[in-house]
């Protein structure tokens, strides 16, 4: 006679954790903070996608009843030009300042010189002198070099803007970076140069990715260097958006329109490279 098989023993069972007040809270408070920030997305999305009829005061808030698509088609053959502008100059702008402050943070902090810090500091006091207290003097400088009116004019400004926030990246970054490297590869003959692009720029892209969202959206939303820096043949997109504002009677849905296909860039770039941002950030926070 054969004896029943025996019965395998439940499984564990883990205990279910309680429901914490203070999360459901936090979370409470977070999606009433992320509705509270999109409202201004709502309202930019049902302006453009109005009729010019369709927009009054008392219809503000309504989503419209029919879909007007033909406001994005005329926002872009009047901002179109701009939009390639702006893109022309902030990926030139963004790499140029990302390749010199990468190289001055790596000097800064790698090879050490007499009076390397008080260099660096004067270079962050550029930070915080405001655009308004230099735009004159720059203008002349600008126009004494034959680079006023065109884009290569604003490139010149924003790079030269950019350097001292890309250096105190980079420097904070390249902090972290192990001097037995630098030191192993001086043994091995490399120099200044050789060691940068070896060992320095290959592990440098969370620093990069940092650099280039930071100084692409500085870039692209500028405005005052965009109005009295440029002509109409280089007005970046910011400057075309004020003028699409502009007038006595203002078809609401074109600005708006135009102000959505600005942002995409910007999008763009935070979404390919937002996953990096906080990494790069982080990386250097310890050791400054």
């Known amino acids: 006679m054969t004896s029943a098989p025996a019965k395998a023993a439940p499984a564990p069972t883990t205990p279910r954790k309680p429901i914490q007040p203070g999360r459901i809270l936090m979370y409470a408070l977070l999606v009433v903070a992320a509705l509270f920030f999109l409202i201004p997305v709502y309202l930019l ?14 219809t503000t808030w309504h989503w419209p009843a029919a879909l007007n698509w033909a406001s994005f088609s005329e926002a872009w053959g009047k901002i179109g030009g701009n939009m390639l502008n702006s893109l022309f100059l902030a990926v030139v702008a963004t790499l140029l300042s ?109 620093g990069f990715v940092v650099v280039i969202i930071w100084q692409f959206t500085q870039v692209w939303n500028e405005f005052l260097f965009a109005a009295t820096l440029t002509n109409t043949t280089s007005q970046p997109v910011t400057y075309a958006l004020s003028q699409l504002a502009g007038g006595q009677a203002v078809s609401w849905n074109l600005p708006m329109a135009g102000a959505i296909l600005a942002a995409l860039p910007t999008l763009l770039v935070y979404i390919l490279l937002g996953r990096y941002f906080v990494r790069g950030l982080l990386a250097g926070s310890v050791k400054g």
């Open 45 to 58: 999305f049902a302006t453009a996608l109005k009729s010019p009829d369709a927009i009054n005061l008392a």
């Open 98 to 206: 990302a390749m010199l402050g990468s190289l001055n943070g790596y000097a800064l902090s790698k090879w050490k010189f007499r009076g390397a810090n008080t260099l660096f500091a004067l270079m962050l006091f550029g930070m915080f002198i405001p655009y308004q207290a230099v735009l004159i003097p720059l203008f002349q400088f600008i126009k004494s070099i034959g680079l006023y009116g065109s884009i290569w004019g604003l490139i010149l400004a924003h790079v030269v803007y950019g350097i001292p926030i890309t250096t105190l990246i980079f420097r904070n970054f390249y902090a972290d970076v192990p001097d037995a490297l630098v030191e192993a590869a001086t043994i091995d003959g490399a120099g200044f140069w050789s060691i940068y692009r070896l060992v320095i720029f290959p592990i440098s892209i969370p």
